[in-house]
């Protein structure tokens, strides 16, 4: 477990792509890094070779959190939910999807838990999940003494949030929408 904290501490970054070697490598979707694990044989099989990275077309679902979470509530509960209603909807093709997360509520999720649900979310078989970045990322990564970086979010979170369209229409860019209100 201590390996999620130092990865967020000292190497995640917001805007990157990481492909790793294990579960533990969607902890990064939490500071809105595009983060998930392949296995050893496939990343060394392609590093070997000089070879692009393969990335599945998973089914991509678009999670809208709304309210916030009260009081005495984990974040990591959300993913309890998530996993039920995805099993739920897509069965066995909800293996491997890609879930983004987005709305107001993302606010009330701590930078922590946020990567708890992101690396929580591959135990019930998704491929990896994604936060936008945000002030509580860039607090959060000040307090990491990554100034540098922090400016950099802060001056790109335009970039790094999700677009207009997208929160406005999500059922057009996602194959499945899900919406949560966090304070219920």
Known sequence: GICH?????????????????DSHTPTAGGMGMFSMGKGGWSIAKSLAAGLPMPVDR???I???LKGALPDGIEPKQIVSILNRDVIRLFGKEGNGAYIEFF????????VVGRSSITNSLVDGGMGT????????????LKTRNRKELADWVSNNLQDLSPDPEVVNDPEKYYDKVLEYDLSK
């Open 5 to 21: 904290r130092v990865s967020d501490e000292y190497f995640d970054m917001p805007g990157g792509i990481l492909f790793g070697s």
């Open 58 to 60: 998973n089914p991509i």
């Open 62 to 64: 678009g999670v809208h």
């Open 103 to 110: 709305g107001e509520g993302v606010k009330s999720v701590s």
């Open 129 to 140: 999940g994604v936060f936008p970045a945000d002030e509580q990322v860039v607090n959060y």
